[in-house]
Each structure stands twice: as C-alpha cells, then as structure tokens.
C-alpha cells in the first residue's frame, strides 16, 4: 500500500511545523494571529490524516503506508513507520480531537496563548509519531517526548496547585518508560542488533526473559493507561489541568498506555501475556469496581470524571487480556469511544469552571434553569458516561462484557457492575449540578453557552451518536489487524 | 411486499420524526405547532400499525434486517424488525394509547414552560417503545429497553426543581440499572451459547442446548437455560417493577400525570412482561425460571394490593394497583399462559390508562391536589370523568362483562391449571388479591366522587369538568376498557397468536382453558357460580360499607391494625432497608476506598513515600559532601582500610 507518499510523515511533522510557526507569532500581542494559525494548522492536519483512512486496506493485515529511512545507522535505528488496523483509528481520533481542543481554548486562554497553541500542535505531532513508529528507539523518542507538552501546559496553564500535579505526572510516566528503554536494550541484543518492532514480533524468546520484558512494558503502560494501582497521579493532574489539557490527556494520552500493549505486550511477548492474563484480568476488574466506587465519592467534577476515566479504562486493559475477538475490538471501540465522551465531559466541566471558576459540585444546582441547552448536552454526554445502548459508551462495554462471559461467568459479572456503578456516579454528579432549584446568586448568573460551545458540543454529540448507532465503519478497519494478532498470540513462541 | 417494509419503517420513525421537531426546533415554531406536528406524526404512526396488524392478521408475517449494527469476532449484530401477531398487537397498543396520551396532554400540560420538551420526549418514548416491541433480536430489544428507561427517567425528572422528582427519577433509573445488570449477563450467555443474538435462529436451537449444563460455580452443574431465563426475567423484573425491585415504581409518580399513564402504566412497565412472552421458546424448556416466575409474580400481586388499601394519594393508590396487575401478568407468564399474560397487558393498558388519565383530570379540577382525604363529591361537577373512571373500576375489580373481567379470570384459570412448582401459591396469591383490588379500586372510586366534598370552600366552587382535549381521550379509551375483553375466544383459544408465542406440549394449561372455553357469554354465567366473581363484588361491597356507610369505621380498623398498618403504610420498610444497605453501603465503601486505600495506601505511602525516602537519602548523602578536605580525607582513609581489610 506503499504509493511512496510520505503520508504518514506529513501527518507527523505539518502539527509540529505548524505549532513551531504557532510559536514564532511571540508575545500575546499577536494572540489572534496565534489562535488562527492553530486553528489553520489543526485542521490541515485533519485534512491529511483523511486519506489515512479513504487509502486504508481494510482486508490487508500488514503495515500500510510505510516509510523506511536509515536514521543511525551505527545503532541500526531507522525511521520506519507505518499503520495497521489498530493504530490508524487512533492517529484519526487524536486529528479529530486537536481541532476541538483549539477551539475550545479560543477565549478561555488569554496568556501565553501561542506558547498553549503551540504545544498543543506539537503533541498533537507527536502521538502521531507514537502511534505510527515501527522502530522502537523513534517510538521512544516521540513516547518520552509527548510527556514534555503536556508537563507545561499543566505547570503552566494550570490551577493552584499545579506544580505538584505536573511534576507527579512527569515523574510517575518518565519512571514507567525507563524500563521500557531496558527492555528495548534487551530486546536489541536478543534479536542480534535490530531495533525494529516487527522484528521483535517475531522474534522466539524463551518463557523467563518474556515475563521479565512483559513487567517492564507493564510498568511503562499501566501508569499511562492508568491500571490500578499506579492511577493515582491521573486524578491530580486532570484537576489541575486547563481544560484543553485534561481534554488531550483523557481522550489521547491514555490511549497510548493502550496502544503499547497491543503494539508491544501482547505480540512481542505472547507466552508471557497469556501466562500473567490472570493478573491483568484482576488488575483491570479491580479497576472497574473499585474505580467506580471511589469515582461516586467525589466532590470535585474532574476528579469524578477522572476516576470514570480510570473505570471506564478498566475495560480497555480487561478486553485485551481475555484474547478473543470480542475483547480485543470492544477494547479499541472503549479507547475510541473514551476519547470522545471523555473529551465532552471535561469540556462540560470547562464550560461550567469558565463561568464560575469552580469544579466543586456543591458550588453547584439547578444549572437547567439558567442554561438549558447546556443541560441537554451535558445529559447526551452523561448518558453515554454511563454507557446507554446507542451511544458510543454501550459498544465497547458491550463487546468486552459478551468477551468476559466466554472466558469466565465471574469476571463479566464484576464488569457488568459498571451498568449501576457508571450510572450511580455519573447521574448523582449530573442530579446535584443541574437539577433543582438555582441553588446561589453565582448559578442565577450563568449565561448559557455561545455558539462556539455549542459547535464543539454537537461535533462530539454527532460522534457519540454515530459510533452508537453504527459501530460498523469503526470495527471494519480493525478486524484483519485483530485476527492476525489473536492468531500470533494463540500461537506463542515456545 | 415492499410496501409493507416501508411502512414497518414508518411506524417507529414518524414519532422519532415528531420528537426530533419539537425537541430540536420547538423553541422556533413553539407550542402549538410542536403538538400538532407530534400529534400528526402519532396519527401517521397509528395508521400505520394498524395498518401492518391487518396486514398481519392476513397471515403476512415478516423477519428482516434494516442494516448490520456492527461484526465482530464470529457474529453479526443487527437492527431489523420482526413483525408477527406478538409484535403487531402491541404496536397497536403501544401507538394508540401514545396517541390519545399526546392529545391529553395538550390540557394536562397548558400553560407550562417545558411544553414542547414534554412533548418531544412522549414522541421518542413512543419510538424507542416500538424499537423495542418490533425488535428482532436481542441487542436491539436492549437498545430500546435501555431507551425507554432513558424518557421515563427523563419524565420523571420532567419537572426537575422539585427535589422529589429528580430523587425519584434516579431512583428509578438505578434500579432498572440493577435489572439490566442481570438481563445483559442473560444476553451473554444467550451469545456465548448460541453464537448469535437472532430470535429466530436462538429459538431454533433452544430445544438442542434444553440439557446444556453450565458451571457458574465451580462443582455445581446448573442448567444453563435454567440460568439464562432465571437472569433475563431479572432484567424484566426491574422493567416491569417485580418485588423486590419494585421500588421505583410509586416513586415515578412524581412525573406529570400524563405519563404515569402511558410510561408507568400502560406500556412501558409491561415491557417486562412482552419480553418473556416473546422468549417463550427459552422459558417453556426451563420449569425452574417458570417457579420462579410464578413466586415472584405471586408476592407482588399480593404484597402492593395490600399496600394500595393503605395509600391517600389518588395516584399512589393507582400505581400500587399497578404493581399488582403486573403480578398478575407475571403469574400468568409463570403458569405457561403467555397469550393470557399478553392479553391482560392489552387490557390493562385500556383500563389503567383511564384510571390514570381521569386521576390526572381529577387532579387539574382540584388545582393539583392529590390527596383523596381532600375530595369527595366529584362526580357532580365531573360527569365524563366520572363514567369512564367508573367504567375503568370495573373493569380492573373483574367485574363480569368488563375487559379486566375475561383477562383475570383467565389467569386465575390458568394458575389453577398450571402444575409448575409454586402454582399453589400463585393460586392463592391472585385469588385473594381479587377481594383487594375491588377494595381499593372501589374506595377511590367512593372517596373521590361520592360522598360529601370535603376540599376547601375556594376549590370547591372552581370545581368544573375538564376540557375536550381530556375528556375525549377518556372517551375513546373507555371503549376498549369495556369491550376488549370480548376478543378473549379468537386471542387466546382461536391460534390466534400462531407461532409468536411456543407452548411445550408439558404445559398444559391454555389448552384445558381452550376445552372449557364456551364463548364469552358462557364464561359470563359460569363466573357467577365461582370464587373471583364473589371475591370482587364482595371488595365491591367491603368499599361500599366502609367508606359510604360507616365512615368511621376505617379509622377504627387503622387503630385496631397497629403494627400491620404501619407495615403496610411504609410499604415494609423496603425503602428505607435498601438506602441504608445499598446507598450507604456504596458511599461507605467508595469512601474508605478513596481515603484509605488511594490517599493514605497508594498515594501516602508508596508514591509520596517513595518521593521521601528519595529525599532523606539525597539528606544523608548531602552529608558527606560537607566541602571539607578532612572530611574528604578521613572517609578515604577509613575507605582505604575497609579495602585491604577485605583483600588481605
């Protein structure tokens, strides 16, 4: 599928020119300009990650639009990328998304805004560069280099508490990824000098060295995904987090926690995977029911919504290790479907802290009175929250409940507890906020939200509806990808 | 052919239609136009399903795709319709019962501010109401059930100032939420045994899988359609608000009367019941799931009639009168009488529509009052409202000739034939509850419109008979509620329901009904000479004495109760037991999870205990890098010995 177009390269490197260029406009002399040109730039990187898709081969289970130049050649590093069904519905959503966030910081940033706007393209560049890295040290370096956008825009832009939650984050995912770079070190020698991902696929490694390289993965991808019980920086650093940040870091930046089991985990060290399911199956079902637990006993919105994150992540992780069809895809459909309702509801959160520079829920009540469209939004993306069948929340749930019922009565069981514990927090926060009486003068001032709100809003409604209603298109692409990889997996290296 | 496709289309589509009007664009074209775009999108609806019934009464059934949902791993997940005499009756229902609720509310909700939001949300429970019913699978039966509970958590929250109402409306959705929990495990199961979710192609294979065991407990072989029914009726218990999972029902009372008929009454809560009938080739080969059916439609009937005697709110007595019919519907799902159970749903949603559309008149005439202590007199100043709810008591008492009458009887036929475990005390269940239901149908009946007025000066003389918009629905419904029941030889001993609903040739009880089924007037004169027929006229009486003759007499019975009555007036403590284990226990438990186990465990220990243990050690070292050159010089000479100590 190699047409020789750069595709992929384009896709990477037009967000980071452009947040470069986004940069160079300066001080906030020139904010309109800057905005603009984010603007420009996120939707050209739109527009070119559609042919992504149009060009897809569907019934093809290779790597697709690959590129391969020697970079170090001492080191036998190259660029080499390439897509396949698995990471190509993710370069669309972090596309898809990077426009919303600019938008949605169009007035709400006021300072520094091209420095925001710029790092908000460059990541946006970046995952990019995550997702389609076939060589291990690129994927590395574009891994460890996504984490320093985000550690600014939450040190920077963030709430009061801010360098705490920046630092917890840096440290918490940089710790996680060294041993990652250990195993890839290992992983050079093992298979005689190669830093290439698909060599390592197949490359045969004995049942010890595969459980000790799969810890290591483990680390690197838990703490991003989160997995209980290495979440506990993710709730910090959302609350502190603008609300751009806490949009890209749910809807993006968790999902290559995801990304890297399938990439790495599962295929390069399959015997290992399926030897430790048992503990990633706990892990994740501890994650669903525990998460859910906490996440009704938030007072503060995000916080509430990030621990829904960790809940609803749960099943990510949980999807990936039961190894049927059903898992694996629901899984993804969970990734994608998380991006977009994730990315609503800390919106829906932003547009209420833009007005009342609080997150508290008890700040809170009768919000439907003084803004009732907002209300019937925040209710679409609420109810997809608690994943109501015809919106995107249902299918992956769906999909990795029917996987677990396969491999154990018990396990779909505790999944399925997300059906009331989902609602439970989601609908008591939603009942508190924006049912009732106007509860203060503060809430009896609310205006409700402007037509820019309003266009973010319904963009992210027609997703979740769409994927609701017709998961289809979402799953055609991933499944030749997915069969392969059950098939490798089932087939081991021992 | 096609033609009929097109229409199969329309019936649930018009409303969506209307709905997405009035909610979308209801602010631009306003009230008016959004009720009569509504209203004129519900008449397409209804002449259409009747259309299709006709159709299907030709013997013209239809199962279809609309379009692939999604595939994944070995299956494929479909929308598509399935329309058979099942599916058609209930569109019938289901749509003309929406139509005349659309048309009442134009009076019921005059004048309030969510007006086209009111309407927009009856439309698309209409749509997601027929979704369900004309579902030919599983997973679309889901999405419409899931939907339904969506409007009608929705509804009730409708006026979502009052702390009631947006306390009742979760409530309801949770617990429907629990049932849910239980019907998507029976999905699985469903799927992970017979690879697909199709109605057609799982019924087909039912009978192999019949001895299919299936270990949930490790050592202990259960029967895996036993499991499989015993989870999907959960899912129907919290629908169709079966003990113990009843509990949101009374509550959803605080939605605007309007729905309470058609969402919480009518059509809705008997989804439940629809469900089971159409699963009837599962339940029929699992007499286990039958058992239970039968005991938990048993304790239901029972346990909210006795409740409903208690009750002074005109609309708590007619929702604990619902709980109990659905008993009633359930025992008869248990007993193997599906068609019966079909057939009770259909009248019940005639006559409990007019108890609910005339207790909501009723209530606009005393300027929303719903205390029954508080009125008294009514039937003066409110003629129609009078009759048809008259008419409606009847028919819900089991009084001969009235539709409540044939449908009943036929239940209590049906369990009494019925040898599935636990019919015994079904039998005894819904033949007592008859005396019950004539009680306090009757007493709301004597204590809303006879009698002396008992409500204030000022509302006595605002008193007036409702508007047409509300009457003439009232009308209209009162017909079926008076002589749907006469359909009782042709729907349930005439094929009439053909292949939708499968008997075992086990259970014998519909057929020894057919054999002893002389036509309508026959079964007339021999009721006279049976139990229920007395039981009902002598609540009747029991009404009449108490609350038209000796007046007195109730209080002195309350007093002489004690203990029973206050069991009863609590309703048995179940709310109060069920926020105190499950609410608190899930705030308590959430709680320590995060204060003990995320913020002292994980956060306080490990990650910020790794931070300082980094930085005492970062202290320690600091120590010997004091800058001093005898500091330097000393630790190399201890080094130094250190050193050939080892070696030496």
Redesign the interface.
């Known amino acids: 599928m190699s047409s020789g177009f750069p595709l992929l390269s384009l896709i990477i490197w037009l967000p980071i020119i452009a947040g470069i260029a986004v940069l160079a406009t300066g001080g906030d002399r020139n904010a309109s300009m800057a905005r603009w040109l984010a603007l420009a730039g996120s939707i050209a990187g739109l527009l070119v990650a559609f042919p992504l898709y149009s060009g897809f081969d569907v019934l093809m289970g290779d790597m697709q639009f690959v590129e391969y130049h020697p970079w170090i050649e001492h080191f036998n590093i190259h660029y080499h990328l390439g897509v396949d069904g698995i990471a190509m519905p993710l370069i669309l959503l972090n596309c898809f998304t990077t426009p919303l966030v600019v938008i949605a910081g169009w007035q709400v940033i006021s300072n520094r805004v091209s420095q925001y706007m710029g790092a908000l393209l460059i990541m946006s560049g970046i995952v990019n560069g995550v997702f389609s890295s076939l060589d291990a040290i690129l994927f590395y370096a574009f891994w460890e280099a996504s984490l320093i956008p985000m550690f600014l825009i939450i040190g920077i832009w963030g709430g009061p508490n801010r360098v705490y939650a920046a630092i917890k984050f840096f440290l918490y995912t940089l710790l996680g990824s060294l041993l990652m770079l250990v195993a890839f070190i290992y992983l050079y020698r093992a298979s005689g000098g190669s830093f290439s991902i698909q060599d390592y696929h197949k490359l045969p490694l004995p049942l010890a060295p595969q459980i000790l390289i799969f810890i290591a993965f483990l680390l690197a991808f838990a703490v991003k995904v989160p997995m209980w019980p290495v979440h506990t920086w993710l709730p910090d650093a959302h609350v502190e987090a603008p609300t751009g940040g806490s949009v890209v870091l749910a809807a993006i930046l968790l999902k290559l926690g995801g990304y890297g089991f399938l990439r790495f985990s599962l295929p390069i060290v399959p015997d290992a995977s399926q030897y430790l399911s048992g503990m990633m199956i706990t892990l994740s079902l501890i994650g669903v029911v525990y998460i859910g637990l906490v996440a009704l006993m938030q007072a503060d919105m995000k916080k509430l919504i990030a621990y829904s994150s960790v809940s609803h992540m749960g099943f990510v992780t949980l999807g990936f290790f039961l190894f049927n069809a059903y898992g694996i895809e629901g899984a993804m459909v969970q990734m994608i479907s998380h991006g977009f309702i994730s990315a609503a509801m800390f919106l829906c959160v932003g547009v209420m802290y833009d007005r009342l520079h609080s997150r508290q829920i008890a700040d809170y009540g009768g919000v439907a009175n003084k803004m009732p469209v907002f209300a019937a939004f925040f209710m679409l993306f609420a109810m997809a929250n608690a994943g109501l069948p015809g919106t995107s929340g249902f299918v992956g749930e769906f999909m990795v409940i029917m996987a677990a019922i396969k491999v154990n009565f018990w396990y779909a069981f505790l999944a399925a507890t997300t059906l009331i514990f989902g609602a439970a927090y989601t609908l008591w926060m939603y009942k508190r906020v924006v049912f009732g009486a106007v509860a203060n003068p503060a809430v009896e001032s609310l205006k409700d939200i402007n037509h820019r709100e309003i266009f973010i809003l319904t963009i992210l409604a027609a997703a979740v509806l769409w994927m609701g209603v017709y998961p289809m298109p979402f799953t055609e692409v991933m499944h030749t990808t997915v069969d392969d990889l059950l098939a490798h997996v089932a087939r081991g290296k021992l | 052919m096609k033609e009929m496709q097109s229409l199969y289309l329309l019936v649930p589509l018009a409303p969506l239609v209307g709905a997405l009007i009035a909610g979308l664009l209801g602010r631009v074209i306003g009230p008016t136009w959004s009720h009569r775009a509504t209203i004129g999108l519900m008449i397409v609806c209804v002449v259409a399903s009747v259309t299709v019934f006709m159709d299907v009464l030709q013997g013209n059934t239809y199962n279809g795709t609309v ?9 494929r997940f479909e929308i598509g319709f399935l329309i058979d005499q099942l599916s058609a009756t209930m569109m019938v229902v289901v749509s003309f019962v929406s139509l005349m609720v659309h048309i009442y509310t134009i009076g019921y909700m005059h004048n309030d501010p969510g007006y086209q939001r009111f309407f927009s949300y009856i439309s698309l429970f209409t749509f997601s109401m027929l979704m369900l019913v004309m579902a030919n699978n599983f997973l679309q039966l ?2 419409g ?3 339904v509970g ?1 409007v009608s ?2 509804l009730i ?1 409708f006026w ?2 009052r ?1 009631t109402a ?2 009742a409306n ?1 409530k309801a ?2 617990v429907n ?2 049932g ?2 239980g019907f ?2 029976g999905i ?2 469903v ?2 045994y017979f690879g697909t979710l199709d109605y057609a192609s799982v019924f087909s294979q039912a009978p192999q899988l019949a001895h299919q065991t ?1 270990e ?1 407990i490790p050592g202990s072989p259960w029967m895996l359609l036993s499991v499989t029914c015993i989870l999907l009726f959960v899912g129907a218990m919290g629908k169709s608000a079966q003990f113990p999972l009843h509990v949101w029902l009374p509550d959803s009372m605080e939605g605007p009367t309007p729905i309470s008929a058609l969402i919480h009454a009518a059509t809705m809560v008997t989804a439940g019941i629809f469900m089971v009938a159409r699963m009837s080739p599962l339940f029929e080969l699992s007499d286990t799931a039958l058992s239970v059916i039968l005991v938990i439609g048993g304790i239901t009937t029972l346990s909210m009639a006795l409740v409903a005697i208690v009750q002074n709110d005109i609309k708590r007595v007619v929702a604990y009168s619902t709980l109990s019919q659905l008993g009633y519907m359930t025992v008869a799902l248990g007993a193997s009488a599906y068609s019966v159970a079909v057939f009770h749903l259909m009248t019940h949603a005639f006559f409990k529509a007019v108890l609910f559309l005339g207790a909501g008149s009723v209530i606009i005439a005393m300027h929303h009052e719903q205390d029954m202590r508080k009125m008294g007199g009514l039937k003066k100043y409110m003629p129609i409202t009078y009759w048809t709810m008259f008419m409606a008591a009847l028919a819900s008492s089991g009084v001969p000739g009235f539709s409540g009458f044939f449908s009943k009887d036929a239940i209590i036929e049906a369990v009494h034939f019925a040898d599935i475990p636990g019919s015994g005390f079904a039998y005894f269940c819904v033949l007592s509850t008859v005396f019950i239901t004539a009680l306090y149908t009757f007493r709301l009946v004597f204590m809303t419109f006879h009698g002396k007025p008992r409500m204030d000066h000022h509302t006595e003389e605002h008193l007036h008979e409702s508007p047409w918009v509300v009457t003439l629905p009232l009308t209209i419904l009162a017909i079926p509620t008076i002589c749907a029941g006469w359909l009782i030889g042709p729907m349930l001993f005439g094929g009439y329901f053909g292949e939708a609903i499968y008997f075992s040739p086990q259970h014998g009880a519909v057929a020894q009904m057919a054999a002893e089924f002389h036509g309508v007037v026959g079964m007339m004169t021999h009721s006279l000479s049976t139990a229920p027929f007395w039981l009902s006229i002598g609540g009747i009486f029991t009404a009449w004495y108490l609350y038209m003759v000796r007046t007195d007499l109730p209080a002195k019975i309350k007093q002489a109760a004690g203990p029973l009555f206050i069991l009863l007036d609590r309703k048995y403590f179940i709310d109060e037991f069920y926020s105190w284990l499950f609410a608190g226990g ?2 308590a ?3 320590g ?2 204060k003990i ?2 913020v002292k465990v ?2 306080g220990f ?2 910020n205990g790794t ?1 300082r243990m980094v930085g005492l050690t970062a202290v320690l070292v600091r120590r010997f890098q004091s800058g001093y050159i005898y500091h330097y010089a000393f630790t190399m000479i201890v080094g130094v010995f250190v050193l050939i100590s080892l070696w030496s």
Request: net charge negative; glycine share 10%; hydrophobic share 65%.
């Open positions: 379009y692939t949902w999604m595939i994944t791993g070995d299956a889901f999405f059930w899931e939907a969506l958590y929705l929250g979502f100032t702390p947006v306390y979760m959705f949770l939420r629990v849910d929990f998507l495990l699985g199961l799927l992970m299936i949930i899930a705030r438990l959430g709680a999870l995060w186990g995320d994980i956060d490990v990650v931070a």
